[in-house]
């Protein structure tokens, strides 16, 4: 069965509101095709929050999704020039479980570790 566009993008809508959701996001303009809100979904706008971070959902029917370290890099960087941190969200609609990993930087993962270790 092959799926056409229009249920594919009901798919990844789900998964960006899915994803706001869980981590107490708001939805970016234009699903963040503007320079001045980029990604996904992005907190920390106009108050301050422990885990400031943006998004940029992925989803695919595949079994497989490539990362590619420029994608990853630009990201980074446009992150970092907003003090947020960058989650890369990828969701596997067709896994029959764990649809929905997270990749993120090295330092940014030893620093929510090392704040969960002082809350204990």
């Known amino acids: 069965m092959t799926l056409g566009l ?14 706001q959701e869980a981590l107490g996001l708001s939805s ?41 370290h420029e994608l990853l890099e630009d990201w980074l960087q446009r992150a970092a020039e907003l003090g947020k941190m960058f989650l890369l969200p990828i969701r596997f609609i067709n896994a029959p479980k764990h649809k929905d990993y997270v990749v993120l930087e090295l330092s ?8 969960a270790k002082k809350a204990i």
């Open 6 to 19: 229009p249920v594919h993008h009901k798919l990844w809508q789900k998964h960006e509101k899915d994803l």
């Open 28 to 68: 970016t303009i234009g699903s963040g095709n503007q320079a001045h809100d980029i990604g996904d979904g992005s907190n920390g706008h106009n108050r301050l929050v422990q885990f400031p971070m943006v998004i940029d959902c992925k989803c695919t029917l595949q079994a497989s999704y490539s990362l590619k």
């Open 108 to 115: 940014d993962l030893l620093l929510l570790l090392e704040l």
